[in-house]
């Protein structure tokens, strides 16, 4: 079987290994910025050690002293921190633009506030004939109320860096294809959103689907376009609303015929996501660790999960998927044909405008709502047509508030705050989350891991250990008749 070979000579190998060394390469700012806050902690333990003991500079300057049970300012932390997930003060009804930053967004350790006028040429590892895909849908129930129909995960800076999911997915893939040849699917009530925070996007990259079809219309929407504009197009598929951070990256695949997807070495027996199984060895020498599919599995419970991570076969699903926009669309022909169908259709009418409206009016409400997984994934890994690249590095599909409080710092045994931290009182709490999104001050006594997200028009209290099931309280919220509050 012969490699996948691109207009340019790249194979999907190599555009497999090249875009894991990207996702590889935020790594070293990861460990910088780990020691860094390591080290702000035990400075301030040494403080508050100081201010109890009576010692130190308090001592000697005659500065009044705490009461022991009391903790003392930290130092200002140098990672900048924006004090609202939203890019502009106040609550929106649509999540706002956020300015053009010129000409390049450089993360870096102290702060990805910090950017650096990098020009593209200078740090771009483009790669001839691949495009990027990224899926940017759903309203992200489990983040409710902060996550809204109108302003969903992806448009939110859920880490305070001054740049939201889809931005941060922006930059991370940006510098393997291009503006050129980077595309977003979205619904048509987020496209407004996403031009104005992604303003290098090109209106014609941008496949607006009439309705939410689940992830494989939204894919296969844009294998579609895709293959109809470039024959040999290798698409990359990567979630909008996913967080990325950098470790070892181990392997590379990909082989003509073949679906590839990524499995994440699992760093605990997560509910949260789906496993894949791993199958044989490939033996290519080029991607040496890259193996089949032996099957997909649905989110698991606790017990099962512990079993899988037990026999080390198995790796987080992650929902990314390279592969040529042609081969994707065979693969659906094979499993879905009527899908298929109704796809290429929409893909050979999508540059003309006018055609465009009416081949969607015609074809989008037949098509079937169903994830990539269930339409084309799980039934060719069962025909041997799915191969697997295992990695290791950092990743979070920020599904929940116990996920997205694990991406935030804070003091030891001390509550996560996405926002404000002076609006947050606590006293004796352990763990958790807070969200002081209304303006209004918060106070915590003695309860522990719990999850408070207060909204100017709503309140939800819960605990990190069922953050998982925040949608059954969004679907008594619909069920009560509070549809302006979704």
């Known amino acids: 079987m012969s490699s996948t070979v691109a207009p340019g000579g790249a194979s999907v190998n190599e555009m497999f290994q090249t875009i894991l060394e990207m996702m590889h390469k935020s790594n070293q700012d990861v460990e910088d910025l780990k020691s860094e806050l390591a080290q702000l902690r035990l400075s301030n333990a040494s403080l508050e050690q100081q201010v109890r003991d009576g010692g130190g500079y308090f001592a000697n300057h005659g500065g009044a002293r705490t009461p022991g049970f009391m903790t003392p300012a930290a130092p200002p932390s140098p990672q900048l921190r924006s004090k609202s997930p939203f890019l502009a003060p106040g609550f929106p009804t649509t999540v706002p633009a956020f300015p053009s930053l010129q000409p390049y967004h450089n993360p870096s350790p102290l702060g990805d506030n910090i950017l650096s006028a990098y020009p593209l040429g200078s740090r771009s590892k483009e790669i001839p004939g691949f495009y990027v895909v990224i ?18 995960k992806f448009l939110l800076d859920l880490t305070l860096k001054g740049r939201s999911l889809i931005q941060a997915t922006w930059d991370r893939l940006i510098p393997l294809s291009s503006p050129a040849r980077t595309t977003v699917v979205a619904g048509p009530s987020h496209v407004n959103s996403i031009c104005e925070q992604i303003p290098d996007l090109s209106m014609d990259n941008i496949f607006c689907e009439p309705g939410p079809k689940d992830s494989m219309a939204a894919i296969g929407l844009a294998a579609a376009v895709l293959a109809e504009r470039d024959p040999d197009a290798v698409i990359g598929s990567f979630a909008a609303d996913h967080m990325i951070s950098g470790d070892d990256a181990g392997s590379r695949g990909g082989e003509e015929g073949l679906l590839v997807t990524i499995g994440i070495a699992p760093s605990h027996p997560s509910t949260g996501f789906g496993y894949i199984r791993l199958g044989d060895k490939l033996g290519y020498s080029e991607a040496p660790n890259a193996r089949m599919v032996d099957s997909f599995k649905e989110k698991p419970d606790a017990r099962t999960a512990a079993s899988y991570i037990g026999t080390g076969k198995y790796r987080w699903n992650a929902g990314m998927f390279v592969t040529k926009a042609s081969v994707l669309l065979e693969l ?5 044909p009527e899908m298929a169908e109704g796809l290429r259709k929409i893909g050979k009418a999508w540059d003309n405008v006018h055609e465009r409206e009416r081949v969607l009016a015609e074809v989008w409400p037949k098509l079937e709502k169903i994830p990539i997984d269930n339409a084309v994934a799980e039934p060719a890994a069962a025909d041997k047509k799915v191969a697997v690249v295992p990695a290791t590095f950092g990743w979070d599909d920020v599904g929940d508030f116990s996920s997205l409080a694990d991406l935030l710092p804070a003091e030891q045994n001390q509550p996560r705050i996405l926002g404000d931290n002076s609006l947050v009182l606590t006293e004796q709490v352990y763990g958790g989350i807070v969200v002081p999104g209304s303006g209004r001050l918060i106070s915590c006594l003695g309860v522990d891991d719990l999850v408070i997200v207060d909204m100017p028009d709503t309140l939800l209290i819960t605990t990190r250990a069922r953050s998982q099931e925040v949608k059954r309280i969004v679907k008594k919220v619909r069920e009560a008749g509070w549809p302006s509050l979704l």
């Open 332 to 336: 659906l022909h094979e499993y879905k």
């Open 135 to 152: 899926p940017a849908g759903g309203a992200g129930t489990r983040l409710w109320p902060l996550s809204r129909e109108g302003h969903p």
